[in-house]
């Protein structure tokens, strides 16, 4: 039961991570990759109120966390198998 409640939280923990990383760790650098430098509107702050570059860093993000997360949970499941 523990293992199971550990396995959820990691999994969590790695979809936020991802997540919090895509919108807020490095929003230049990801633009920049994705070729959405221009989306930003000139004089606009990065991050601010009218960002769309944030909302397509943000769909990004839960994209590839939900994939981490599935990782995440096919690995520990192989490395800690379930009784049956």
């Not at 397509?56 to 997360?69: F, P, T, Y």
């Amino acid at each position: 039961m523990l293992l199971k409640s550990v396995k959820k939280s990691l999994g969590t923990a790695t979809l936020l991570a991802v997540f919090g990383l895509c919108v807020f760790g490095y929003p230049t650098e990801i633009n920049r990759m994705l070729g959405i430098q221009g989306l930003l509107r000139e004089g606009e702050r990065l991050n601010g109120p009218e960002d769309i570059t944030m909302l397509i860093r943000a769909v990004l993000g839960i994209v590839v966390g939900a994939a981490a997360c599935v990782g995440v949970w096919k690995i520990l499941r192989s490395l800690f198998p379930t009784p049956s």
